[in-house]
């Protein structure tokens, strides 16, 4: 069964330092998603994407956060100056009929 | 916005026993889906059963059935004959039939006793 990759599975990063999160699509999916989960709470939206363009995103998803779509299969999460408050499970989604999600990057900043 | 409660924070059943979680949603569409998802301690999101808004018979997976009440916005999981692998968190999500956002619940810890 096709599956939503993502990359690292676990990254650890010092507060203020970029850090990109990966995730490879199921292949003819159109939509992709990241989603956050910290710590003991629900998980919670961020960001769609459609047509190489964000097509919805939440008041989570400040400038401090852009997705990128770079070739024709990997999509991109980017924190730019990581915050403690950052440190979450984050999880890539894509769809087209069905809707998958990938195994998460739990990303710690220290 | 769409919201959903789950307003048992753990449950606990034995093991071959029965249990059932439950879930509320609140929204103002008819076309929408429901899920289960269950979360081991790896954390990974798997899908345990789905359930469309227009079908009026409830979905079944193996053990796990749901019972969708619409006019109460009820979807509540049963579990049949648990299993010690079952133990994990359970998420109930909603998600708008033309929107393509997930909305989840707060999670409920299930621990199944041997």
Same mark, same amino acid.
């Given at each position: 069964?096709?599956?939503?990759?993502?990359?690292?599975?676990?990254?650890?990063?010092?507060?203020?330092?970029?850090?990109?999160?990966?995730?490879?699509?199921?292949?003819?999916?159109?939509?992709?998603?990241?989603?956050?989960?910290?710590?003991?709470?629900?998980?919670?939206?961020?960001?769609? &994407?459609?047509?190489?363009?964000? /097509?919805? %995103?939440? $008041?989570?998803?400040?400038?401090? !956060?852009?997705?990128?779509?770079?070739? +024709?299969?990997? &999509?991109?999460?980017?924190?730019? /100056?990581? %915050?403690? $408050?950052?440190?979450?499970?984050? !999880?890539?989604?894509?769809?087209?009929? +069905?809707?998958? &999600?990938?195994?998460?990057?739990?990303?710690?900043?220290? | 916005?769409?919201?959903?409660?789950?307003?048992?924070?753990?449950?606990?059943?034995?093991?071959?026993?029965?249990?059932?979680?439950?879930?509320?949603?609140?929204?103002?569409?008819?076309?929408?889906?429901?899920?289960?998802?269950?979360?081991?301690?790896?954390?990974?999101?798997?899908?345990?059963?789905?359930?469309?808004?227009?079908?009026?018979?409830?979905?079944?997976?193996?053990?796990?059935?749901?019972?969708?009440?619409?006019?109460?916005?009820?979807?509540?999981?049963?579990?049949?004959?648990?299993?010690?692998?079952?133990?994990?968190?359970?998420?109930?999500?909603?998600?708008?039939?033309?929107?393509?956002?997930?909305?989840?619940?707060?999670?409920?810890?299930?621990?199944?006793?041997?």
């Amino acid at each position: 069964e096709p599956e939503v990759t993502q990359t690292p599975s676990h990254q650890v990063t010092q507060m203020g330092q970029e850090v990109i999160l990966r995730c490879v699509p199921i292949s003819n999916h159109l939509y992709f998603y990241w989603y956050r989960q910290i710590l003991g709470q629900k998980v919670e939206f961020l960001v769609s &994407f459609y047509n190489n363009e964000i /097509s919805e %995103k939440s $008041e989570i998803f400040d400038d401090q !956060f852009s997705v990128e779509r770079p070739d +024709g299969s990997n &999509f991109t999460l980017k924190i730019r /100056s990581t %915050k403690l $408050e950052d440190s979450a499970m984050y !999880f890539c989604a894509s769809s087209y009929y +069905g809707y998958t &999600f990938g195994s998460g990057t739990r990303l710690t900043v220290v | 916005a769409q919201t959903v409660t789950q307003s048992q924070p753990e449950m606990s059943v034995q093991e071959a026993e029965t249990v059932t979680l439950s879930c509320t949603y609140d929204t103002s569409e008819s076309d929408y889906y429901l899920f289960w998802y269950k979360q081991p301690p790896s954390r990974q999101m798997i899908l345990v059963i789905r359930q469309e808004a227009y079908k009026q018979q409830n979905a079944t997976e193996n053990r796990f059935s749901v019972n969708f009440q619409k006019a109460a916005k009820s979807f509540s999981l049963k579990i049949s004959d648990s299993q010690l692998g079952d133990a994990a968190m359970y998420f109930c999500a909603y998600r708008s039939g033309t929107g393509n956002q997930f909305y989840f619940g707060t999670g409920t810890s299930l621990t199944v006793i041997p």
